[in-house]
């Protein structure tokens, strides 16, 4: 059974114990993704637009919980709590949800992103112990309490995808001419063993890197410290044109490959989930010139040490290069 419930919202009964709800978002999935997975995004679209968030807590891995409260113009409070399941970036999280006003009754909620032209189709499907629990949320409001949340995550999204236009125009981009072949350079970023040997800032190795090197490969390395720390990132290539073009995403993660805020590492919450590099390649006639553009990184003292990291990496490549 459908139900619309407002525009551009379907409501579908699938089975005696779902709920599923469809929306599409006119934006990419990673910013959607992005809204689930940020404390400062979710306080600003989950619940009813009359609604305030006092309470907004949540450890977003697999086996992290979470705790949301809401307070509607009444002062009357209703907290929300839950476990995440599965996490799969940007595709798909898995969790439980309980209302603490009736503790026990526990439904799972996977939620599913696909991106098709730009835009994002959400489904999300909810499954209960029970017909009557699922009716019973019904009853509870549910319908309408959704149509608002996802009007408000529109908005948000709309814009996070303006912040990313500004990101765009905001990037870092650092030109360097090395002195060595451009067929040397691009192996030097496409062949594993070669970028240990230069990645990473001047007092930062690479003790593990795996790369899949094709469109829609994935790239996952760790970085360590001076102090021995790591710092692990993941990524997907999304453009290869050989010996001039190659573009990736650039996200935080954990040593499992689950993909983490910047927070994980010590670093700003405005740090988008997902940032994005392009390099490009120019045969000088022998040298090479190189331009890097990482996208999303916020302006300021973050974007500063960026810019000393990437500069040290580049000295290390060109003494690489030469060797």
């Known amino acids: 059974m459908t139900k619309a419930t407002s525009p551009g919202l379907a409501l579908t009964l699938p089975s005696d114990r779902e709920i599923q709800m469809t929306r599409v978002f006119d934006a990419p999935r990673a910013l ?3 809204a689930y997975a940020k404390a400062e995004h979710i306080r600003n679209w989950w619940g009813r637009r ?17 705790r949301f409260v809401n307070r509607g113009p009444d002062g009357i409070e209703h907290a929300f709590r839950g476990e995440y399941r599965e996490i799969v970036y940007p595709e798909r999280i898995v969790s439980t949800f309980e209302y603490e006003g009736l503790p026990g009754h526990i439904s799972v909620d996977t939620l599913v992103l696909s991106e098709k032209d730009g835009k994002t189709t959400l489904t999300a499907t909810s499954s209960f112990d029970s017909k009557e629990d699922r009716d019973g949320m019904l009853q509870a409001g549910m319908e309408k309490g959704a149509a608002e949340s ?10 996070l995808r303006s912040a990313h236009a500004d990101d765009e125009k905001n990037a870092l981009v650092i030109e360097r001419v090395f002195d060595a072949p451009r067929e040397l350079v691009w192996r030097a970023w496409t062949d594993p063993e070669q ?7 001047r007092q930062f190795t690479i003790p593990f890197i795996e790369m899949d090197f094709r469109v829609g490969g994935r790239l996952f390395f760790a970085m360590r410290g001076p102090d021995g ?11 290869i044109v050989p010996m001039e073009r ?8 954990d040593e499992d490959g689950n993909v983490v805020s910047a927070t994980h590492y010590g670093m700003p919450a405005e740090v988008p989930l997902e940032m994005k590099v392009t390099v490009t390649f120019e045969d000088l006639g022998g040298k090479t010139r190189m331009v890097m553009r990482h996208v999303g990184i916020p302006v300021g003292e973050h974007s500063e040490g960026a810019n000393q990291g990437w500069s040290e990496s580049f000295d290390k490549l060109a003494e690489a290069l030469a060797a």
């Open 150 to 159: 996802y009007d408000r995550l529109t908005a948000l999204v709309a814009s």
């Open 195 to 201: 970028m240990k040997r230069w990645f990473g800032p």
């Open 50 to 66: 009359e609604d305030e968030m006092p309470i907004c807590e949540l450890d977003f891995r697999p086996g992290g919980k979470y």
């Open 229 to 239: 720390k790591d710092y692990w990132n993941l990524g997907f290539f999304r453009e």
């Open 246 to 253: 190659l573009t990736y995403t650039d996200c935080f993660a």
């Open 32 to 34: 959607v993704f992005e």
